[in-house]
């Protein structure tokens, strides 16, 4: 059975809720009062009985993280993953760059280092899903420096 999520406005919830509170003290119990009620609004029981629980939290009558403050935790786990994302991508570019800048500060004449270009040759780019093409480099393997000797030339 295939059923789809049925959205309830949030004046149905809040006339929900409030019949509920209303007609609480007319049945034994909070899920008597909310079985009896569920039928004429249209959900069923659990759902309109997690309505109430939310309502009684928010307003401090029920011990529970309220609604305001789990939007708030929600917005920080996505803003700390946001900034560990961009430290990741920070950390591969310095280390990239790092390396580039290492190879740009020889003076040594007999020892061939790689230039930026063919660095760049060793690096990657990947394409992330839904932010900007991050430069990943290539590591574990390094230019070894080539000397007349090891090329076989003599002076």
Same mark, same amino acid.
């Given at each position: 059975?295939?059923? *789809?999520?049925?959205r309830?406005?949030?004046?149905? +919830? %809040? *006339? ?5 509170q209303?007609h ?19 959900c $069923?029981? %659990? $759902?309109?009985q997690?309505w109430?629980?939310?309502?009684e939290?928010?307003a401090?009558q029920r011990?529970? $993280?309220?609604t ?9 786990e +996505? %803003?700390v993953? @946001? ?17 580039v ?13 790689p230039?930026?270009?063919q660095l ?8 992330t899903?839904n ?5 990943l480099?290539s590591c574990?393997?390094?230019?070894q420096? +080539?000397t007349? @000797?090891?090329?076989?030339?003599a +002076?």
């Open positions: 059975m295939n059923k *789809r999520p049925h309830f406005a949030p004046e149905v +919830r %809040e *006339r929900a809720v409030r019949m509920v209303e609480r003290a007319d049945y034994p119990s909070l899920w008597a009062a909310v079985q009896s009620i569920a039928p004429k609004i249209g $069923t029981a %659990e $759902t309109l997690e109430v629980k939310r309502t939290i928010d401090g011990a529970g $993280t309220t305001a403050e789990m939007q708030r935790i929600k917005d920080l +996505r %803003e993953k @946001e900034l560990r994302r961009a430290n990741e991508i920070l950390k591969t570019a310095s280390a990239f760059f790092a390396l800048g290492s190879t740009a500060n020889s003076n040594d004449k007999g020892v061939h280092r230039s930026p270009r760049w040759g060793r690096a990657h780019l990947q394409s899903a932010g900007p093409i991050v430069l480099a574990g393997k390094t230019t420096p +080539r007349q @000797e090891s090329t076989g030339q +002076r």
